[in-house]
Nanobody, 117 residues
Framework: QVQVVESGGGLVQAGGSLRLSCAAS????????MGWYRQAPGKQRELVAL???????NYADSVKGRFTISRDNAKNMVYLQMNSLKPEDTGVYYC???????????WGQGTQVTVSS
C-alpha cells in the first residue's frame, strides 16, 4: 500500500507565496514522475506541474514563471513553490505519483489553496 500526503496549503493574499510539500511512502518500487494537479470549484482537475526522476519539468502555461516544482528522490518527496499567487490559483491541489515499475499512479487527498483578492 502506498500513502501520498500533501501539506502546506492555506489562505494567502494575492501576490503572496506558498510552498506545498508531498511525501510518498509505503510499498514503492521506483517513482518516475511526480507532480501537482489542481481543481477549482466547478471545474475539472488540471495539470499544474510535473517533474521526472531526472528533473525534467512540465508546467501549465498559466503558472510558468511563477511556480517551481522540485523533488527529493531519496525521500520520495515533491515540492511546489508558488509565488505571485492570483485568485485564479485557488483550488484543491493534489499530489500525483507514478510508479514506473508496476505502471501505477497514486493520488493524495488534496490540500486547499485559497488566494484572496
Amino acid at each position: 500500500q502506498v500513502q501520498v500526503v500533501e501539506s502546506g496549503g492555506g489562505l494567502v493574499q494575492a501576490g503572496g507565496s506558498l510552498r506545498l510539500s508531498c511525501a510518498a511512502s509505503g510499498s514503492i518500487f521506483r517513482i518516475n514522475t511526480m507532480g501537482w494537479y489542481r481543481q477549482a470549484p466547478g471545474k475539472q482537475r488540471e495539470l499544474v506541474a510535473l517533474i521526472t526522476r531526472d528533473d525534467g519539468t512540465n508546467y501549465a502555461d498559466s503558472v510558468k514563471g511563477r511556480f517551481t516544482i522540485s523533488r527529493d528522490n531519496a525521500k520520495n518527496m515533491v515540492y511546489l513553490q508558488m509565488n505571485s499567487l492570483k485568485p485564479e490559483d485557488t483550488g484543491v491541489y493534489y499530489c500525483y505519483v507514478f510508479d514506473s515499475v508496476i505502471d501505477r499512479d497514486y493520488w493524495g487527498q488534496g490540500t486547499q489553496v485559497t488566494v484572496s483578492s
